[in-house]
């Protein structure tokens, strides 16, 4: 039972990451066995703030850490990586060893389609079945899915993820791919019985055969893409430009990051989804005739840090032109992990209260939130608060 | 009746400018003129936005401006040298000389304690007749004094300004000058029975002696210091650490500005002031511990633009040090003249309606508001819409 | 004969702008009548400078302007736009109107692949009479050609550019368009015995069969691609890290533009030149293994206005990562219509004292420059310099 | 003898740190240690770049280091401190852990006024007994001494400065503090026959008295105030700004800064020679008319880390308003350190060529250099490169 967090409920939660060795979910647990340890303060935890002080809500020694990754590398090698990059504290990453291991222990080998043969439904199985027998191993009352693997491209328009029913037909065609490993991810936690966190702007948990089966199932959900660093200021800058009747005429963005997910992201094909789940929330907020272009630029020399740059080009009172421009210098990791803990710890308490389907009063954490239309920080965060009270 | 903004009151409304030939007055009357003759959007004009459409405001076409001033320059010249500086586009200073020259015809001269010799109290009377006899001969309803004078330094204590009867005594005394330009102006608005706004961080009405005299005359006030810039960004910015649960250690502002402001504001003396009202709102939003230099700096080559830059360091997950860096680039009297539009006519209809005291409500525009302890850019406006409902 | 640059040669010397009424080229006329009638300093004319005071350069009053282009709006409107741009001031625009009929009188009808039938010899030797008229008219010493028409893409090998004879061969057939307009203009420019600037980053004059022409001719020519900003700044500061054996790791730039500029180069085929020319330089700076990802964007509320941002990361001693940001803001037609006026006196000079070939020595002028593999600009200026004193 | 800077001279030369403890020297010393071992690159080592191939420089292997300090935490807790501030990677640490010590057992203590009692001359005889006292310890050619200790503010003038006789006998009186520490330890550091180096802004060897000793010994020296942030990007913009003819407005600045310098610093009296040296150079290079506030602001919570913020305004053709702005975020110690052991080398060599007073040669290295008026980066490199081939 937590300390700082109101009564807790006494137990065993679990959370299942998917890329569970990733720079986030590494990040997240080392974090996690650190407040655990009391050796730090649980800055960037939004649960941790008085708003949530009497929600029923799992302590952070309640929370059991498993989950599934196709790399092999070591927890406490990856712990390693992130302090030599400077976001683990070397005398964070002393203490928490032991408990690396431990964690270790709990991943399971994750799908990929390259490496996979035969149909996808047996795999489903398999995925399920390690979230199951982790779930039984631990007594844990429930369990959270979080998808943290690397971003996928948008998906084309299948049939075949519009019913359940046409998409197990397909699921048990073993010449048929017909579900990207998010999806696959997503299914296989509800066919496990769990609720279902999409950190990234994949097409995870969004098909209609996949809402339809948490629907049936009775399990909530929550996404898309983590609100962490541009996003995260543009959806609290643009209402103020909107509030003060100012014109914003256009909004040019520019991201240059390293690590694993420059990678990924200089891929022009996974970029789409980031990039559109982010130029999503600027035209939500300012209307579509806003100019805004918007760049992602792999520069692995910046290892886990990420540097925005956006111009804001706007007009004021008898055409007056003027500007605002910001940097922001950040590590990706650290500002995502504590939110993977408050969403593991709201979605949990969410399904404990029977909650099902979307969970838009979480939208505070989203670039691309599901169940919400709403983008402007401030409502999002008085959405949430006020809910974190029916908690 | 204005067309846009909802029935109007059909009836004259003046608005009184002290400092009436100074950047920010010019703006507004040249931006009033243009929104009257439809030349121009009411981009900048908070009053103008949805939640305002049903409040019973005055139009533009109902405003009826005059004021005080220690300057002689004609309006039409000061409109010329801010076209000349770009906050005011040529084609429209050519529209509005005729109203110009109107105006100007209604400005009086102004109250400064180096030219002015004797007793404060008949020059208060001479200033409070000059703005009796202006709502008389345009047979206004109710006029709204608005101080855009120099920024004064702040004030000392002294016992006459505790209470009405001693500062009504020592104004009849001619050896002394017992209140500053602005309070003379605050003073002499009460006398007249018009609602008042402080624009700048100036004493003006918040001596107890003119609260006590706002009361008796059941007045309603609003103020002080218009929020256009620096502090607008840092009212936003900062509830976004703070819900976040990221701590800031070190906010440090830069501010480049040239004009008459930032010649005023070179005098250590009169930017105290200004520095005191932004770091009070700095420490109201994140508490003391936050390490603020703030700087303002007079730049004359910059003219009407003013710049500036503000590096927050923060810290996030474990002990992760980030940053975030803005520059702001704006026309001042652009980002103010509106403000002032919308506080004469919101002031008007509170004072139309009974309102006594300070307006928390408008703490929206302020960078230290009298009658709220609100500092979250995104609750004011909330509380202002919704105010905004009641009018 | 100028009273600023020494003796001035005292004979009429041409300048024929290919672009004539695009935005450079209007900027460089408006500010050309704009120094010969003394109502402006001669700011960013670097041939004003001190080391040029003995240098036998035309003076302002010698030159003559003429050009072509496919635009037919007029001069004095396009003076218009740039003064509502900000670009001209209006003061100076009311003085130059008379000057600017009497140029728009001498630009005749450019060349357009689209609108032109037939084989291209005709129509350069039409393009190129229409400069011989203008030369024999007024009399002139000599020519410069500087083309100032809008970016043209990369072209691919053609064995028609290798020589002189196969290129004519190919301009005399119906069926072909061997060459882009840029080149084109370079053909006639060299034809009627004028020397060529090359101020943007088309072909132009780099094919063989053109240089052969301009060395048969005895002509000299200069280019390319007028530096202006980002590119200016990269010059300056890479030298830096090099010469304090700090090693630069990336170099992401984001360049903003409006105008007609931003149009062409939004089209990735236009921008492929530009963008070539960049890169170019800083692996010449600072080596081939420095990350740079670079992006062009067409930002239409921009107008005239060109904000660049590049992001530097670097390290130093014992591997510390540091970092240099800069932002770049300025009016490109102002940045580039001086240079394009030194560069037709300096060219004009170096082809009275008999200069054939690539001057190298102008390398200051231009990001990619002809006859020279420096970049640096520190050196550029001295060369530049030194040169000058032997002019 | 060095593997990297050619042939070395195969004889022990010292380098005697005043401040030997301080963030500087600490990383100078970790550093020298890391080269001697091969295990870091010399990035940020000016002296190990290609001109300095041949030139007669002491090799890594070559150098011994002693030092004053009045603090007493051992270098090995220093180089932890620095280690976690992020200045000294963690495995470098751990490779010159021994090398520390021994350094650490060269080190004496320091000359403070308000601990040491009576006359100044036994000080100083002290001071110069322990440079000499270490040189004959180790064999030593020669030894450089070095002022890395905090600066101090402006001196007001003393006639007792004038001359070497008034000093020395002002020294001799116990009632008498003649000397500031950096003047004293110039002093010793000439009585004991060696070569100095001020990296300091403060006082040091410019009094008349000590540039009379160090000619009258034949010694060199250097200074002063390494350049190493803001004024390096300065002397390197400034001149791009004159060669293009463009007329800088104002240029101003902030400087965020936290450990020890930024709290000697934060005392308006210390930073005084800092803002006085750097608007000299501003001053130098574009002319007095420019606007060009400046602040060094404490911020403790930024460690080790400086960024500094420039916004110069500027003019171009046709009188348009243009703006550059920079921020510069860096390690100080990192970014001086090595110039520390380039200046050592450099100025050991010079003294042994038989140079005597200042090197002006060597203004590459500071923002305010002695014996030269040199104020452009590109001019002093290519000046120091050409020393380079004499040495």
């Known amino acids: 039972m937590s300390e700082r967090n109101g009564p807790g409920t006494g137990q065993g939660v679990g959370v299942w990451f998917v890329g569970a060795r990733g720079s986030v979910a590494t990040t997240a647990i080392v974090g996690l066995l650190a407040l655990r340890a009391r050796i730090v303060a649980p800055v960037g935890c939004v649960s941790e703030l008085e708003p949530f002080a009497d929600a029923a809500l799992p302590g952070w020694d309640d929370l059991v850490v498993g989950g599934h990754d196709i790399v092999h590398t070591s927890l406490e090698k990856r712990a390693e990586q992130l302090a030599e990059a400077g976001v683990v504290p070397h005398r964070v990453l002393a203490s928490v060893r032991g408990g690396l ?32 027998d982790f779930a039984r191993r631990h007594g844990l009352a429930r369990v959270v899915v979080v998808n943290l693997a ?63 089966l948490a629907s049936r199932e009775g399990l909530p959900y929550a996404g898309c893409d983590g609100k962490t660093g541009e996003t995260l200021l543009r959806t609290v800058l643009a209402p103020m430009f909107s509030a003060r009747a100012l014109r914003v005429r256009s909004w040019a ?97 969410a399904h404990a209260a029977g909650r099902t389907g979307p969970i838009g009063e979480l939208a505070f954490f989203f670039k691309d939130p599901y169940g919400s239309e709403e983008h402007r920080f401030a409502e999002q965060a008085r959405t949430l608060f006020e809910w974190a009270a029916t908690l």
Request: proline share 8%.
């Open 253 to 349: 963005g520019t991201n240059l990051l390293g690590g694993g997910d420059g990678e990924t992201l200089a891929d022009p094909a996974h970029a789409g989804s980031k990039l559109e789940s982010k130029a999503r929330g600027l035209a939500a907020l300012l209307g579509d005739e806003v100019t805004a272009p918007l760049h992602i630029d792999n520069v692995p020399d910046l290892g886990e840090t990420k540097t925005a740059w956006d111009n804001v080009s706007f007009e004021g009172f008898l055409g007056a032109r003027m500007s605002l421009q910001f940097t922001w210098t950040g590590y990706d990791s650290a500002l995502a992990a504590p939110l993977v803990l408050d969403l593991t710890r709201l979605t949990s308490a």
């Open 101 to 132: 291991s431990e964690v270790d222990a709990e991943i399971r080998c994750g799908y990929h389609p390259a490496t996979h043969g035969g149909a996808q439904a047996p795999a489903a199985e398999r995925l399920a079945e390690d979230i199951r």
């Open 150 to 212: 690397s971003t996928e491209a948008p998906l084309p328009h299948d049939p075949a993820h519009d019913s359940l029913a046409a998409l197990e037909e397909s699921m048990a065609d073993p010449a048929r791919t017909v579900l990207p490993p998010s999806s696959l991810s997503a299914y296989a936690a509800l066919r496990a019985g769990c609720a279902y966190v999409e950190f990234t702007p994949s097409p995870g948990i969004t098909l209609p055969a996949l809402t339809e």
